[in-house]
């Protein structure tokens, strides 16, 4: 069975700081990966996804993050925090096959301090 | 070309009664999944169609339902509501292989009183 963790509930970070949030999956067969941001009121807008090929994922915004496959971890990154980054953010897993059925982590919320 | 629309965006129902929610997904996606998102249970999959077919399915009891209309709009229901069921529902679309972009709709607040 698939699972997502994402590790701390909350992070904070000053402006300009860097911004560094954990996922750690568990997958019976190679996963997709992917990192979603959600605003206030609003759905979930894909940063980045990891589906083959190079491991070191570029995404919207500024953020990236790196699939490793020996640490079982595709953690976000963004090296300096703006305060519109302020969201809380969603790391997914999906089988490469059988459809659309997504694994969510319970997600950590980011707050930037000026 | 315009996003995934869900309606009604807001809701407002007492326990016992049924709701229905709709999505119209990207135009030629054929592929549309429902999510539930609680404070305390995060987001859950609740299924998922795929050319009329449901294709996937979550851990929600039969009070869940859902279907697809030929022309990919889908809707999903939920009957005799409960205080629980009380949540953000998502509904997300994409085109036909797996690997490709979910996209998502800003969602159906339910509220069960």
């Known amino acids: 069975a698939q699972s997502v963790t994402q590790l701390g509930s909350h992070v904070s970070v000053s402006e300009g700081a860097l911004v560094l949030l954990r996922c750690n999956y568990s997958?019976?067969?190679?996963?997709?990966l992917f990192w979603y941001v959600q605003y206030p009121n609003q759905g979930l807008q894909l940063l980045l996804k990891y589906t083959t090929g190079a491991t070191l994922v570029k995404g919207i915004n500024g953020f990236e993050a790196e699939f490793k496959k020996s640490e079982t971890s595709f953690h976000l990154t963004k090296p300096s925090a703006h305060m519109s980054d302020a969201a809380e953010y969603f790391c997914a897993v999906r089988r490469g096959t059988g459809g659309f059925k997504t694994i969510f982590g319970a997600g950590t919320r980011l707050f930037v301090k000026a | 070309k315009a996003g995934v629309t869900q309606t009604p965006r807001y809701l407002i129902k007492t326990r016992g009664q049924q709701v229905t929610l709709s999505c119209s997904p990207i135009?030629?996606?054929?592929?549309v999944s429902w999510y539930q998102q609680t404070p305390g249970q995060g987001l859950q999959f609740l299924f998922e169609y795929f050319s009329e077919t449901q294709r996937n399915k979550g851990n929600f009891p039969g009070r869940f339902s859902g279907r697809q209309f030929s022309n990919s709009r889908s809707e999903m229901n939920v009957s005799t509501l409960e205080l629980g069921d009380s949540a953000l529902y998502l509904c997300?679309?994409?085109?036909?292989?797996?690997?490709?972009?979910?996209?998502f709709g800003p969602g159906t607040r339910l509220l069960v009183l």
């Open positions: 997958s019976s067969v190679p996963p997709y």
């Open positions: 135009s030629g996606h054929r592929s």
């Open positions: 997300a679309s994409s085109s036909q292989a797996s690997q490709e972009t979910q996209y």
